[in-house]
């Protein structure tokens, strides 16, 4: 059935991409650290002193990984933590980056350390794509995830569109931005942002162990 939506004049058909228990996509976390303390946060990031001796993945092993992503022909490989950019050895990380031939790497960040030498690094080291997290207009944005953080990050994507690379946006819907979420697509759209993905939060990490509840109210959920 997969051979009929393949234009099989334009690429290359291998069926083995397809196969049975293949995977499509791999997340890899390379830290348990983050400059941020989002409320609702699904790890519960490390921050601050407790940041200082965080656990990171060592360099190597994910090079390999990367090498067999490509081999298996995983479509995309996706490089999160914690916060990745905060890692000073992040480019260590990417060296084999440009020499897949298969597989596209995406990083996901919060946008607040993607300054425009950041954005071209990640540009030639063979980064396609960075998807930012930004929830919402500023103010219910920043109520969850600190005060001023909406501002960098809309500077980081900035920096991210006029590097060439293909942006999307996450926004994460809870208590904090349900009645304007919406506002946010139409300055995407304007910002060169190719794509949003919407959530709902998980009870999970710091939003476990809220008082109270900060998802989206069951009667809202429609």
Known sequence: MIEKYV??????FDPSVFREGNPWRVVVDLNE??????????IDALFGKDARNSRTLPPNLVGTLLHDADEMKVFDVTLTGGEI????????YLEKVSDLEFTSVQMITNGTRLSESLALELKDAGIR????????????????????????AWKGIENAVSAGLDVNVISVLGKHNIDDWYQ????????????????????????????????VPEQRLD
């Open 33 to 42: 650290a983050c400059n941020l303390q989002c409320s609702y946060c699904h």
């Open 184 to 215: 946010l697509p139409p300055f995407l759209k304007q910002a060169g942002v190719r794509s949003q993905n919407i959530s709902l939060m998980c009870r999970l990490g710091r939003a476990e162990s809220a008082e109270e509840w900060q998802g």
């Open 7 to 12: 234009n099989k004049d334009s690429v290359d």
């Open 85 to 92: 950019t905060i890692m000073p050895n992040l480019m260590e």
């Open 129 to 152: 794509r960075v998807s930012v997290s930004i929830d919402g207009p500023e103010g219910s944005n920043d109520e969850a995830r600190g005060k001023r953080v909406w501002q960098r």
